[in-house]
């Protein structure tokens, strides 16, 4: 079968022709219909630091924000069957180190991850553990169902930042993760969401039209000003989803005496707080991953009964030869999500 690989430590990725992945014991064959490309995926794309730990398992299927069709089964699994759609939760914990011993899976010292760690799904067909599945709804479609992962990792940073009725909220990084922490703030209450992106007219544009009039471009206005301007004054919550150092220091410089600021993006630098000034706004900066087991379930449920609410996210859809050209559009500040479609030439 044909799949996107990891095959050396450096720039790029291979397209490559790799045996089918058979099923091992608890685990289920899916083919896969809609793949979505991640940040991460484009970090690891670009070869960016903080992903050397791949180099041993290279090459490597990537890929993890996806749903197909269960087409084979180990002897073993009586969930999904075979014909189900699913998604995939595409961290696997170990069940046995002292965080899955107390309940919290999400904080598994040894997890696996689907196209990070083990072989993903860019490709036709992906292995993956039954007990990761979750069953799709007959409304959600395949290509709906690959923003399942994304969205739970924006809905956790929002749960994470304690978002209530009335809020005023910022969200610094208009992409996929942004643009889901502000759906699912607004969702949660916030009476106004401000969507903030640097040289990214459209973005900023795919965030008005999901409905947030408040938007900035930080290459015409200053974050401080902007904020004054539409919100009055500091704010609540904010939310960082870019990566970039400086969004840290800033995002801090717009919290109201004793909000809190969620970091929910990559760094590959590190990045200096002055916390005396921390201290005595009593702000709180919290870090949010992932998602838990909990957010799958909601996030479908909101998929299923509002799903064209979230569809304006994808912004293209590519064939899988063409997943590379879909990494480029990625990389540049025209997409917001790029969903690959394997079963479509
Ligand atoms: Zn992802
Ligand atoms: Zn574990």
Not at 27 to 54: F, N, P, Q, R
Not at 123 to 145: I, N, Q
Not at 248 to 263: E, F, H, K, N
Not at 292 to 310: D, M, P, Y
């Amino acid at each position: 079968m044909l799949a996107v690989q990891k095959s050396q430590p450096e720039h790029g990725l291979t397209l490559a022709e790799v045996p089918r992945p058979a099923p091992g014991p608890g685990e289920v064959l899916i083919e896969v219909e809609a793949c979505g490309i991640c940040g991460s995926d484009v970090h690891v794309y670009e070869w960016t630091s903080g992903y050397e730990w791949m180099t041993p398992l290279m090459p490597l299927t990537v890929g993890h924000e996806f749903a197909g069709t269960v087409v084979e089964a180990a002897p073993d699994v009586a969930f999904p069957e075979i014909g189900q759609r699913v998604t995939v939760w595409p961290s696997i914990s170990c069940g046995a180190c002292p965080a899955c011993r107390e309940g919290q899976p999400e904080n598994c010292e040894r997890k696996v991850t689907l196209g990070l760690t083990r072989h993903g799904a860019f490709a036709t067909h992906v292995a993956a553990p039954a007990a990761s599945c979750f069953a799709l709804p007959d409304s959600v479609d395949s290509e709906l169902a690959s923003l399942t992962e994304p969205l739970c990792v924006s809905a956790r940073a929002v749960e994470t930042g304690e978002v209530r009725l009335g809020h005023s909220v910022v969200v610094l990084g208009a992409g996929m993760i942004g643009l889901g922490i502000a759906l699912m703030a607004r969702r949660a209450g916030a009476a106004k969401v401000i969507v903030v992106g640097k040289d990214d007219s459209v973005r900023l544009a795919c965030a008005r039209r999901l409905g947030f009039a408040a938007t900035v471009d930080l290459a015409e206005e200053e974050l401080a000003a902007a904020v004054t301007r539409l919100a009055g004054g500091k704010v609540d919550r904010v939310f960082e989803a870019t990566g970039v150092a400086a969004s840290v220091t800033d995002g801090l410089s717009v919290l109201r005496r004793g909000g809190i600021l969620v970091a929910a993006g990559i760094h590959s630098r590190p990045v200096s707080v002055d916390l005396t000034a921390l201290v005595r706004g009593k702000h709180q900066l919290r870090g949010s991953h992932g998602a838990l087991r909990s957010t799958w379930a909601t996030v479908l449920k909101l998929l299923a009964e509002s799903g064209e609410e979230f569809r304006p996210l994808i912004s293209h859809r590519v064939g899988l030869a063409d997943t590379i050209e879909g990494f480029r559009l990625s990389l540049t500040k025209e997409a917001s999500k790029v969903v690959v479609r394997p079963q479509q030439s």
